[in-house]
């Protein structure tokens, strides 16, 4: 799973996409098409911080990520304390 600024996810998935075979699923809508997605997850599932806040538990329930990566730039650094705080529970 990847957690980031919201305007960097469609330059993740486009990256994606260019530079791998693999599938990537860009999380966002109501609140009921996202736990839709989190329970049909692909390789790359690509989220925002706030989305990680509010959906922290559905997360850690639907999607189980096996590696979370965040980004460390200075404009982001009190959303990744927040989602970092609640992705706490993913597994290792």
């Not at 993740?12 to 329970?39: H, M």
């Not at 049909?40 to 639907?62: G, K, S």
Request: charged content about 25%.
């Amino acid at each position: 799973m990847r957690a980031c600024r919201f305007p960097h996810l469609a330059e993740w998935e486009e990256q994606i996409a260019r530079f791998t075979e693999r599938d990537v699923r860009f999380v966002a809508g109501l609140y009921q098409d996202r736990l839709k997605l989190y329970q049909a997850p692909a390789f790359f599932t690509l989220v925002n911080y706030e989305q990680v806040v509010r959906d922290a538990d559905d997360i850690n329930r639907l999607l189980k990520p096996d590696v979370v990566i965040r980004s460390t730039s200075a404009a982001g650094r009190s959303a990744i304390k927040t989602s970092i705080y609640c992705i706490g529970a993913c597994p290792a």
